[in-house]
């Protein structure tokens, strides 16, 4: 079975602009987070979504918004991007919502804003 | 506050040696317990978790972490280091009422010396 994709790989934006990120979660996995992970840091919670409701939200501004399909696929948007927001964005995928799920990353996308 | 934490940054083992790399996180209730490794341009990588019963836990690749209630602690150890063993490594911690929202250390990063 494919693991949990994310596309695209790699993303160069100004600031100022707008970035969609997408990801599809492990086959019969119906909740996707969204990690941030700044270099050298540990990630960063910033949403989670189950069943196409949002479950979890991170400290992060109201910049960041996303949304999850009904075949379970999430996008994460970022308005008005800054220098700051340069990072490496996971996407994880898990079963269930909350409990002892497992939780299964993604590769990430390497947002870089310049 | 409920938190993570992961002392140092670095550490170096020769090869064939024993692996340490410590966990502490903050709560009253204990949590459940991952560790993630992250290999360079990669994502994240279950380990191995902690959620009830036995608290000493095997993972993949020759990893085994011990949870003590009593030390709010859940170290990773490895008898012997090997080349490959060389990556970053993060702790992570799902709080009660969390839903699926992992809180991570900021990670350590494993040197293996020939």
């Known amino acids: 079975d494919a693991g949990v994709t994310q596309s695209p790989t790699h993303l160069i934006k100004t600031r100022g602009q707008h970035v969609t990120l997408r990801c599809s979660p492990i086959?019969?996995?119906?909740?996707v987070s969204w990690y941030q992970q700044v270099l050298g840091q540990g990630p960063q919670f910033i949403f989670q979504y189950y069943e196409k409701e949002e479950r979890g939200r991170g400290n992060f501004p109201d910049r960041f918004s996303a949304r999850q399909f009904p075949n379970y696929s999430s996008e994460l948007n970022v308005n008005a991007l800054l220098l700051g927001d340069s990072a490496l964005y996971l996407c994880?995928?898990?079963?269930?919502?909350?409990?002892?799920?497992?939780?299964?990353f993604g590769p990430g996308t390497r947002l870089t804003v310049t | 506050a409920q938190s993570v934490t992961q002392l140092g940054s670095h550490v170096s083992v020769s090869e064939g040696a024993l692996v340490l790399l410590r966990c502490n996180y903050s709560s009253s209730v204990p949590p459940y317990l991952f560790w993630y490794v992250q290999y360079p341009n990669q994502g994240l990588q279950l380990l191995l978790k902690y959620t009830t019963g036995a608290t000493l836990v095997k993972g993949i690749n020759g990893f085994e972490a011990e949870f003590k209630k009593s030390e709010t602690s859940f170290h990773l150890t490895k008898p012997s280091a090997h080349m490959s063993d060389a990556a970053e490594y993060f702790c992570a911690v799902r709080f009660t009422g969390a839903n699926s929202k992992l809180t991570f250390g900021k990670g350590i990063t494993l040197s293996v010396r020939p």
């Open positions: 994880a995928s898990s079963l269930a919502s909350g409990g002892a799920y497992e939780q299964y």
């Open positions: 086959s019969g996995h119906k909740s």
